[in-house]
């Protein structure tokens, strides 16, 4: 059999997901022949740790991203793999379909809708194919909600409500880092609320129509910290005093993944990965309100909070039968740490918590409530990753569920958030039809 060969471009925490199942779970059908990131030093570390986890003995080229073409042009891949930073992705799906190859990218597939717009144009244009990596369809819980929507056992969906929190360790981080500049991320609407747009989508089979949406910076950033009465502030938490004290400071040097990925390869580009959430420089907002109206009718009221005192979700779902409603609690992390780095933090509240609400109950109309039951699984983003990858590199068996996400889907997901960005900055709502012609 022959090997499928792949590249990837962006070689920070989150890239590790995809070199492991590679070099491990799937080498006997792909490999991995070169890599690129903009920073050399922490592709190094990237990869070097890798390759010593799953004793991979396949040679590996680094390029620097400047040399992105270059890379395509000699190492002649199949799939490229997107895992840089969000702002970035547009660039390289685009370059990759035009150069010949397929594309797997890391959600959120762009960030605004001119780049959207872009993507969608160069994938008409080549024929190219773009997979979205969307994990959280296949979780075995959320795979059971839209098992049950699809049913009927609700009957039409009306209405939907959708909470989501973040702790104050998982929310917190987006604050220190890069997504904490919205021309990075698209905000929290794009970046994080698009795993969850794309659940409503797929799960009642439907599409945005209409967004309107509120949020502000609320918790994070100075102003706030002072109004609250805080007078000791620090930059970056590195080598600081104030910081020691501050629970809403990581240090980098008690964790070794943070230091190889981060600290240590701060010399070539200056990027800060341990920045105060209470810093100046900070416009993405905290707390989020959005409106959606869909193509089928139904409504839904979303929120997202960025301070929890935990983490988890809860949606309601209302129908012409009876109401589903689904109660999720997760544990906090923060990204690219290793296991212990609740103690990097100086803090013991985010340890799990219980839930003693169980996580599906279905109640029909004139009926009692009744839980749920699925088949649990483990693994990152509720067992998720591991069914995603197999599909990834196996190709997919069944899709009859539509867990396989494609380039409609990747696009629909960012759109409700750049609409409800744009509803946040006009206040006025946005016909989602207007911002990209697919």
Request: net charge negative; glycine share 8%.
């Amino acid at each position: 059999m022959t090997k499928k060969r792949y590249v990837q471009v962006g070689l920070g925490s989150r890239s590790s997901m995809y070199l492991d199942s590679i070099m491990k779970d799937y080498k006997d059908i792909a490999e991995i022949t070169a890599v690129c990131d903009s920073n050399m030093t922490r592709m190094t570390y990237t990869l070097e740790k890798a390759i010593e986890r799953n004793e991979y003995d396949v040679d590996i080229k680094k390029y620097h991203c400047n040399d992105f073409e270059k890379m395509i042009e000699e190492q002649k891949p199949d799939v490229v793999i997107v895992t840089s930073m969000d702002r970035t992705h547009h660039k390289y799906i685009c370059k990759a379909m035009e150069l010949g190859c397929d594309v797997i990218t890391e959600k959120p597939m762009t960030v605004d809708a001119e780049k959207c717009q872009q993507i969608v144009d160069v994938q008409k244009a080549t024929g190219k194919k773009v997979t979205v990596t969307f994990n959280y369809r296949y979780s075995p819980r959320n795979t059971k909600i839209k098992e049950l929507i699809k049913s009927g056992a609700i009957g039409d969906v009306t209405s939907v409500h959708f909470e989501w929190v973040l702790s104050t360790t998982h929310g917190a981080d987006y604050f220190r880092r890069w997504h904490r500049d919205k021309l990075n991320s698209g905000g929290l609407l794009v970046h994080k609320s698009t795993h969850h747009f794309d659940l409503v989508n797929w799960w009642i089979d439907s599409e945005p129509e209409t967004v309107f949406a509120m949020g502000r910076l609320a918790f994070y950033g100075r102003e706030n910290a002072e109004n609250r009465g805080v007078r000791n502030f620090y930059s970056r938490a590195n080598d600081s005093e104030i910081a020691k004290d501050d629970p809403f400071a990581i240090n980098l040097t008690d964790s070794d993944n943070l230091k190889g990925l981060y600290l240590d390869a701060e010399f070539e580009d200056g990027y800060q990965r341990d920045q105060s959430v209470f810093g100046y420089n900070i416009n993405i907002e905290d707390n989020m309100s959005v409106l959606v109206r869909y193509k089928n009718k139904a409504q839904m009221s979303y929120s997202l909070n960025a301070h929890s005192p935990w983490e988890g979700y809860r949606v309601m779902f209302n129908g012409t039968k009876g109401r589903l409603e689904f109660n999720v609690k997760e544990n906090s992390y923060v990204s690219g740490g290793n296991d212990d780095i609740n103690l990097t933090l100086n803090r013991d509240e985010d340890a799990p918590v219980e839930n003693t609400t169980p996580e599906i109950i279905l109640q029909h109309h004139w009926s009692k409530p009744v839980e749920i039951k699925y088949e649990q699984s483990v693994g990152g983003h509720g067992g998720g990753d591991v069914r995603l990858l197999k599909d990834l590199f196996y190709g997919v068996e069944d899709n009859s569920l539509g867990h396989a996400a494609g380039i409609e889907d990747g696009v629909m997901s960012i759109l409700t958030g750049i609409a409800a960005n744009k509803s946040i900055a006009t206040g006025l709502p946005v016909e989602v039809k207007t911002l990209v012609d697919l």
